[in-house]
């Protein structure tokens, strides 16, 4: 897998695939970036536990802290990792001591570690690096053009304004994702002119 470059599809599978997940190194003080990322997720509709023995006995969004994956006590879908790279694989080897298995290890911006995705690739399971759910979500539902961002996502109708607890779809064709003819045109012409 090349962990410098994900296609739509694959982020979209992902996020289209997976209904809980596991933030690591959440913080219930609403200033930190892993605060919006979980209240994000959490209005989008997805099962959301906060993970971070700092905060056990408090919750973040009524949801309960736990300390620890292995504190979890039922399946998650995917494991984010709110952490800097120096901690992902003590992340990572606990993830895999989880029954049943995740399907996805996310880490967030600035997060990678590359042994650390070969080890969870080899057990089966998926990796995205240096990548945010919160912000691949809005991009590939277009809903983050309404911030006036190009999510180089091609429609000829705008997605619609979200609202509170408003899931939107994940299945906008993207520019990277290159699937129409008009994409791989302006792919070859790229392509062309280097």
């Not at 989008?44 to 906060?50: A, E, L, Q």
């Not at 992902?88 to 995705?117: C, S």
């Not at 619609?160 to 408003?166: L, R, W």
């Amino acid at each position: 897998m090349n962990h410098d470059a994900y296609a739509d599809t694959y982020i979209r599978e992902i996020l289209n695939g997976v209904k809980s997940i596991a933030m690591v190194g959440a913080s219930p003080v609403n200033v930190r970036p892993s605060y919006f990322a979980f209240k994000y997720l959490a209005q989008r509709g997805y099962d959301m536990i906060p993970v971070n023995p700092g905060h056990v006995g408090k919750s973040l969004l009524e949801k309960p802290f736990v300390g620890s994956l292995l504190d979890i006590g039922r399946p998650v879908d995917m494991v984010d990792i709110f952490r800097n790279s120096s901690h992902v694989m003590a992340v990572v080897d606990e993830a895999l001591k989880m029954k049943p298995l995740p399907k996805v290890i996310w880490m967030q911006l600035g997060a990678r570690d590359d042994a650390a995705a070969e080890m969870a690739e080899a057990a089966g399971l998926k990796v995205v690096m240096n990548r945010c759910p919160k912000i691949e979500y809005g991009r590939l539902s277009s809903e983050i053009s309404w911030m006036g961002v190009n999510s180089r996502t091609l429609s000829s109708k705008r997605a619609p304004v979200p609202t509170q607890g408003m899931r939107l779809s994940l299945n906008r064709m993207s520019v990277s994702g290159g699937q129409t003819a008009a994409s791989d045109r302006a792919a070859k012409d790229r392509n062309d002119l280097s």
